[in-house]
């Protein structure tokens, strides 16, 4: 480091002894000459030129005005450089030299890499032109002088930092850039990059992928850490992770970079690291996805509380359809396009009721008036998931003592969906509903109503579903519309996502079991943990969300 400080200074003490010319008889020596010096000095030139003219500004008082303004003039600038070095070019262009070769390459050590949290600069909690340390794996704000990344470098002898925005990679204290092939796997894991035609066969790809650490894991299949209490959304996400048509949208950045909202940017981060075939580790963490969750829907979710993923799916399904639909077509996104379906609701209110019903907004559907005094109101709504109901559990014990855990079958809970079976409910008034779906999205989400709110407590009904893993067929059990001309009935199913409830209400964990498609193999899923499980296994559990994908 004494050698580079000499070369750096050794312009600037020539000067002051007289041994070379000023700087206006610099500028007039012939370019060959500067051209000959090694190339290595090109960047070092550029620094001393800066730190010249920062040691010399206090120095004279050529403009006439005292020492002590000039040096809160200084301070100034510094405190300005620091703040955003972006702003630099402005004032100084700097010329930065490109190299090939490095001799601090092999410094780097990529076991500590780690791109997954918040692109925060680890001293000024800056998110402004940050730097990765790839010694360290610690994140430095700028690379000018007086910089944190600058001054890290010095410090801690770490010299190569690659640019978290522009993925340029510097070495430091020199300045200049390094140009090296062997830097492109990090590159790819900092922002992994897929190809249209990779994301066709991705579907079909059965290899697996190694980590650093020597364990392999497969592209898709990855754990996500749970950062605390967030296991919530960790099934949410590996249930979206099978959508194809999802998971291909967010696979390719092009398709959403007209909207401006950072949580939609997020799940494509996470989409892509999730499925990426070269990532360091054998598992990703979803903290910068959790930080754009906790400000979009404004802590409602948040890391630390325990929520509801049915309540997630929905808030975060809506959320990504607002922030994507584009003001040409009003109201269509990827997410409609997959999960939105339609259901015929008739409700039969009595007259008295019906005001307050409009003023709640229901005022637009066909209105009949029967005899008796009540009123039918036949409405469409769309979907984006469906909720059953669950019979009660027994209220008795057995003659062993032991509460019979009862099932049922899925056909049976569906039929609140035939048109016929009527569904009471009490809010927003007393009224007696009957569903019917007239169009059937390409992914149902099925919701199942285990937990019931009464003042004192939360219950949980421990009722088994009986559900078929492949091959559901909607037509059998719920009148559906006849398709158009051209067009055939699709009414069949097969799951591809199961999540699952353990444990006590308001306590307890979650679990999901996924189908990877390239192998039609079923995998479960809790946190860090992947195994491999069998189809059999997933029709054991007390399933509390489903996601059904529709045959072609």
């Not at 050698?3 to 008889?25: H, T």
Request: glycine fraction near 6%; charged fraction near 30%; proline fraction near 6%.
């Amino acid at each position: 480091m004494g050698a580079d400080e000499e070369e750096r200074q050794s312009p600037s003490r020539k000067r002051e002894r007289g041994e070379e010319p000023a700087d206006g008889a610099a500028e007039k020596r012939p370019r060959a000459a500067d051209e000959s010096e090694g190339a290595s000095l090109l960047g070092l030139a550029n620094y001393a030129d800066e730190e010249e003219e920062e040691r010399g500004a206090p120095r004279g008082h050529a403009n006439g005005r005292p020492r002590e303004e000039e040096e809160e003039e200084g301070e100034d600038e510094e405190d300005e450089e620091e703040e955003d070095e972006r702003r630099a070019p402005e004032r100084r262009p700097r010329q930065v030299e490109l190299r090939r070769d490095c001799p601090y390459l092999d410094t780097v050590n990529r076991q500590v890499l780690d791109f997954d949290f918040e692109k925060f600069c680890s001293i000024s909690l800056s998110n402004l032109n940050v730097y990765a340390c790839l010694v360290c794996g610690k994140y430095y704000q700028g690379r000018g002088l007086k910089s944190h990344a600058y001054t890290h470098s010095l410090e801690a002898g770490h010299h190569v930092f690659i640019n978290l925005q522009t993925e340029k990679v510097y070495c430091l204290p020199d300045g200049y850039e390094i140009n090296d092939p062997s830097l492109e796997d990090i590159r790819h894991v900092l922002n992994p990059r897929f190809a249209r035609e990779q994301v066709k066969i991705l579907d079909k790809n059965k290899q697996w992928s190694r980590a650093l650490d020597g364990s392999n894991y497969l592209p898709g299949m990855v754990g996500l850490n749970n950062i605390k209490e967030t296991d919530f959304v960790n099934v949410t996400i590996q249930s979206l992770m099978r959508i194809t048509p999802l998971r291909n949208f967010f696979l390719i950045p092009e398709n959403y970079q007209h909207s401006k909202s950072p949580l939609v940017h997020r799940f494509g981060e996470l989409t892509r690291k999730i499925w990426h075939a070269r990532n360091f580790k054998g598992q990703v963490s979803p903290h910068e996805f959790l930080q754009a969750v906790m400000k979009a829907s404004e802590k409602k979710f948040q890391i630390g509380v325990q929520s509801d993923p049915v309540e997630f799916m929905s808030w975060l399904l809506n959320t990504l359809h607002a922030k994507l639909r584009s003001s040409k077509k009003k109201n269509r996104s990827i997410i409609y396009d997959c999960f939105q379906g339609e259901l015929e609701v008739v409700k039969e209110i009595h007259r008295k009721h019906l005001v307050d019903d409009e003023q709640n907004g229901e005022a637009g559907s066909q209105v009949e008036t029967t005899s008796d005094g009540m009123v039918t109101q036949t409405s469409r709504v769309p979907f984006l998931m469906l909720g059953l109901d669950l019979p009660p559990p027994p209220l008795f014990k057995d003659a062993m003592e032991k509460n019979i855990i009862p099932q049922v079958p899925l056909f049976n809970i569906l039929k609140k969906f035939d048109g016929e079976t009527v569904t009471e409910v009490v809010r927003p008034s007393i009224a007696r509903m009957r569903y019917r779906v007239i169009r059937l999205p390409k992914y149902m989400i099925l919701h199942m109503r285990r937990f019931t709110k009464n003042n004192f407590f939360v219950e949980k009904n421990p009722t088994l579903v009986n559900f078929p893993v492949k091959n559901l067929e909607l037509k059998d059990y719920i009148p559906l519309p006849k398709p158009k001309e051209n067009e055939k009935l699709r009414s069949k199913y097969d799951l591809i996502a199961n999540i699952v409830h353990d444990g006590k209400p308001g306590e307890g964990c979650y679990r999901v079991f996924v189908q990877r498609k390239s192998e039609e193999a079923w995998y479960e899923m809790q946190d860090l943990h992947v195994t491999e499980t069998l189809p059999q296994m997933v029709a054991l559990s007390e399933a509390y969300m489903q996601i059904y994908e529709q045959h072609e």
